[in-house]
């Protein structure tokens, strides 16, 4: 099992790295000459990263027994 403290390391480190996904993603959808491709690969990757997180998150809540 991975440590509490590793998993929320982690969770910070890929938010930074979502929210920089942000930033470029907004800077080159503003330019008229974009790259498409780019575009949406970056995108996809936002949601990966996005999706990554809620995953660890769900890690940080302890089971409850039914």
Known sequence: MIPLE???RRIVE???EHRDLDAVIELL???V?????????????KLQLKDHITLLKMQLIPDIPA
Do not use: C, F, G, T
């Open 33 to 45: 000459l974009h790259d498409e491709l780019q575009l949406r690969r970056l995108k996809k990757r």
């Open 29 to 31: 959808s503003r330019d």
């Open 6 to 8: 590793e998993i929320q």
């Open 14 to 16: 890929l938010e930074v």
